[in-house]
Nanobody, 124 residues
Framework: QVQLVESGGGSVQAGGSLRLSCVAS????????MGWFRQAPGREREGVAA????????ILSDSVKGRFTISQDNAKNTIYLQMNSLKPEDTAIYYC?????????????????WGQGTQVTVSS
């Protein structure tokens, strides 16, 4: 089993920045990639960014490219989501997820483990 705990959410004005963290514990050797997903009120959950824990290769959704960065610190079993130039439409609950399958992507169905989520609110 793997446990994921997110932190770093909060409220910020448009144009501001936040950094989310996600710490993994448990059987972390089984993890092949980790990612961030978000769900805004009344909308489906969507993939934002993911990173291969073996190679460090990142992927980002088109909606956040150029503004968000995903990174990892393997020694701490932690991934980060640096969010810059935040927009009101970035307001959502952000979830950390981990998968033990090989392929790096933003498809929710492939992720085995999920955190509880952290709220990000961007005001205009």
């Amino acid at each position: 089993q793997v446990q994921l705990v997110e932190s770093g959410g909060g409220s910020v004005q448009a144009g501001g920045s936040l950094r989310l963290s996600c710490v993994a514990s448990g059987y972390t050797d089984s993890i092949r990639s980790m990612g961030w997903f978000r769900q805004a009120p009344g909308r489906e959950r969507e993939g934002v960014a993911a990173i291969s824990t073996r190679s460090g290769t990142p992927i980002l959704s088109d909606s956040v490219k150029g503004r968000f960065t995903i990174s990892q610190d393997n020694a701490k079993n932690t991934i980060y989501l640096q969010m810059n130039s935040l927009k009101p439409e970035d307001t959502a609950i952000y979830y950390c997820a981990a998968k033990t399958l090989r392929y790096l992507n933003l498809a929710q169905s492939g992720y085995n483990y999920w955190g509880q989520g952290t709220q990000v609110t961007v005001s205009s």
